[in-house]
């Protein structure tokens, strides 16, 4: 069961209209940075200001076998394609932004799903298996 003190570090945060300028990986760990920041939250959950640049980094369940097997990544357009890891890391480093821009963030039982885009590229990324969030600055 996820522990209640990753929601409760997510809750400090509003992700929509942020951007993850990269994504890294290694073994069971993944490390998005938000260079532009994220989005404070006040005591009633409304945004107040963006924060300094962060990192999160997801620590992973010990059931993968690496951070990849981790992701969902689908790209929908007028077909809905699933795209690996490398494709994905492809993608962002191709477009002249580099940027995954967030539209939305949804939150369950140790996964994390982002809805939002590469430029022109409309893809939900899912990532399973959390077992440790740590938000920290950049």
Known sequence: MIEKNIFEQLFQYCFHDTDITSIEGNGL???????????????NGKETVLSNPKQIILKLDSCFNSFEEAFEIKEYGKKLNYL????????????????FGIEMIYYSDKCILFDGGIKTRYIILSI???????????
């Open 29 to 43: 760990e993944i490390k998005l940075s938000f260079d532009n920041g994220i989005y404070l939250l006040d005591e």
């Open 128 to 138: 399973k298996g959390i077992k440790e969030i740590i938000i920290q600055d950049l």
């Open 84 to 99: 690996e890891y490398s494709t994905f890391k492809k993608y962002l480093q191709e477009e002249s932004s580099g940027l």
